[in-house]
């Protein structure tokens, strides 16, 4: 199997506070993740591409400082929302790329961030 | 850049009738992978069916079957039989094959099944 954690499921935080979601490849090892945003009834737009042992590649128009991405280990990628505000507010699902000849991304059950 | 389209922001689709989702996409690339994903409302992302660009032949799973047109830059989902449980959002993607390959999405079609 391929399975893909994401914690905390949901969380509420206050604005200003920092929140850290971690994305866990459960059975098998990811040297890349990615992390995604997805507004209410919109599509998924990828953030970020996290590479273990290296600095993430964000996407144009995401704030590096503002999304800090860790990918420590083969099985764990970490985004910390910083200084969050109301509009960080959303859902944020990670993928783990499962190192086979099809390089097959397998997604985590996502997160839904509240800023209050 | 890559590009997906999805025309249809919502369709709905009697009990056992068959129903066709629209997906086209914009690549240079010759040699890409092409994806349906449901996302029913529990929000996780369910892979339903993939296309490697240098297969003639159309993928099929089960009910799901994909009318892949390379010239065309067509990819399109029919949901045969369609179940109450199909109900969903359903994102068309496209993913370079190329490593560190991310993946792009459509805007989604939400798809609603009657009874």
């Known amino acids: 199997g391929a399975v893909v954690s994401q914690h905390p499921s949901w969380v509420i935080c206050k604005s200003g506070t920092s929140v850290k979601i971690e994305c866990r490849s459960l059975?098998?090892?990811?040297?890349?993740m990615f992390w995604y945003r997805q507004f209410p009834k919109k599509s998924l737009m990828l953030m970020a591409t996290?590479?273990?042992?290296?600095?993430?590649?964000?996407e144009q128009g995401v704030e590096k400082d503002k999304f800090l991405i860790n990918h420590a280990s083969l099985t764990l990628s970490t985004l910390t929302v910083t200084s969050a505000h109301p509009e960080d507010s959303s859902f944020y699902i990670c993928?783990?790329?499962?190192?086979?000849?099809?390089?097959?991304?397998?997604f985590g059950p996502g997160t839904r961030l509240t800023v209050l | 850049a890559q590009t997906v389209t999805q025309s249809q922001p919502e369709m709905s689709v009697q009990e056992a009738e068959t129903v066709t989702l629209s997906c086209t996409y914009d690549?240079?690339?010759?040699?890409?992978?092409l994806f349906w994903y449901k996302q029913p409302p529990s929000r996780q992302m369910i892979l339903v069916i993939r296309?490697?660009?240098?297969?003639?032949q159309n993928a099929t799973e089960n009910r799901f079957s994909v009318n892949f047109q390379k010239a065309a830059k067509s990819f399109s989902l029919k949901i045969s039989d369609s179940q109450l449980g199909d109900t969903a959002m359903y994102f068309c993607?496209?993913?370079?094959?190329?490593?560190?390959?991310?993946?792009?999405f459509g805007a989604g079609t939400r798809l609603t099944v009657k009874p």
């Open positions: 059975d098998f090892q990811a040297t890349t």
């Open positions: 690549t240079s690339e010759n040699n890409y992978y």
């Open positions: 996290s590479n273990e042992g290296s600095k993430a590649t964000y």
């Open positions: 993928s783990a790329r499962k190192q086979t000849i099809n390089n097959e991304q397998f």
């Open positions: 993607a496209f993913m370079k094959h190329a490593n560190n390959n991310d993946m792009r």
């Open positions: 296309q490697e660009a240098y297969k003639q």
